[in-house]
């Protein structure tokens, strides 16, 4: 089990500890729902240094880039990220990511710690291109201070203009006391704020200041766990749970992040997916009766018989009732579809919802 630059800290927090993607990480500290509403209504901090970083450098960077993701990423300029996926030839998702472009032939691919190895052999046996490819994992961390009063908590701890960086774009600058820091306007929670690279023997200093800098603002550290709950009410995937290996971004509606205007992995099966349709799509719904729905429980129409499955599921803390995520045959993916969903030997009714669930 590999351990973040910071778990000591979360373990003299007293934070739950829970084997993660190959990581001893916190799930909690003082209760999901506790740091759920931090995270909505103030500030929260996440170590989220378990993700994996690739540095890729030279002029064919973005041509590499281009064939293995499916959004267009010349669209980008220096201080701008995007969100795409890394399609397989078999019409599923290796994995999904969000890819910076750092000078005129270097970008940063993030991907997700469980999928590290497998991303990183993926793209390297698409790289005849003779793009150096360095996986920075190992010494990097990562921090998403998220919340409303993120920017006004950590503006003292930079000399960049925190309130200019817009969505998905983001700065090399100061912070914390540390140079060259990657601050960016991203995150997995709807609530705003910022994510922070840095190398692994700042991340402590970084941790302490963004700490002192919170503290009249109530900030707390917050687990996996609310996480998950924050990213659900917004419709977000988790790769493992809403999309995977057998999921077409087409199935999961992600085809705003696949981009027909170039050549992919897989790309003319999926042009065909989106002239043609899918027969199940990923949709979010939300219980009329009591109950939680959870991963792998079934979903069914009014006569019992099976029609999708559950994804992700919680009981939704801004929300406020049972609400989900969940593969259903097309028929039945429209908005205020009437779906039921299995939870032991009760049907419980639920609708189709646009997502997101969590409105600000």
């Not at 795409?84 to 019409?91: D, F, I, T, V, W």
């Not at 925190?162 to 006391?177: M, N, P, Q, T």
């Not at 910022?194 to 700490?211: G, H, L, P, S, T």
Request: aromatic residues 10%; charged residues 20%.
């Amino acid at each position: 089990m590999k351990n973040t630059a910071l778990t000591h800290i979360h373990e003299s927090l007293g934070a739950k500890m829970v084997p993660f993607a190959g990581f001893n990480m916190p799930v909690q500290y003082e209760g999901v729902t506790a740091e759920h509403e931090t995270v909505r209504n103030g500030v929260g901090v996440f170590d989220v240094s378990h993700m994996g970083e690739f540095l890729l450098t030279g002029p064919n960077a973005l041509a590499l880039i281009q064939k293995v993701t499916s959004n267009d990423a010349s669209t980008l300029t220096i201080g701008r990220a995007q969100y795409s996926c890394l399609p397989n030839a078999e019409g599923g998702i290796v994995d999904d990511l969000i890819v910076y472009r750092m000078k005129e032939e270097q970008y940063l691919l993030v991907v997700n710690a469980s999928n590290i190895e497998k991303d990183w052999n993926w793209i390297s046996s698409h790289n005849d291109l003779g793009v150096d490819m360095k996986n920075l994992s190992d010494d990097y961390s990562l921090l998403a201070i998220q919340g409303p009063k993120a920017v006004e908590a950590m503006q003292v701890l930079t000399s960049v203009n925190l309130s200019e960086i817009k969505y998905y774009h983001f700065e090399v600058a100061d912070f914390a006391g540390i140079e060259n820091v990657i601050i960016s306007a991203t995150g997995y929670t709807g609530s705003g704020g910022f994510e922070i690279y840095c190398k692994n023997a700042e991340v402590e200093q970084i941790w302490n200041k963004v700490f002192e800098a919170g503290a009249l603002f109530g900030i707390k550290p917050i687990g996996l766990a609310a996480r998950d709950t924050l990213r659900l009410e917004m419709g977000f995937c988790l790769y493992g749970n809403d999309i995977n290996d057998s999921t077409s971004p087409m199935e999961a509606g992600l085809g705003w992040i696949t981009k027909f205007t170039k050549d992919f992995v897989n790309s003319e099966n999926l042009k065909k997916q989106k002239e043609e349709g899918v027969s199940r799509k990923l949709v979010g719904f939300e219980l009329l009766e009591r109950g939680i729905p959870r991963h792998d429980y079934e979903i069914v129409d009014a006569d019992g018989n099976y029609i999708g499955i559950v994804t992700s599921g919680t009981m939704a803390p801004s929300v406020g009732k049972g609400i989900g995520m969940g593969y259903v045959k097309t028929e039945y993916a429209a908005v205020d579809s009437e779906i039921y969903i299995q939870i032991r030997n009760n049907k419980v009714l639920a609708k189709v919802v646009k997502m997101p669930f969590y409105k600000k």
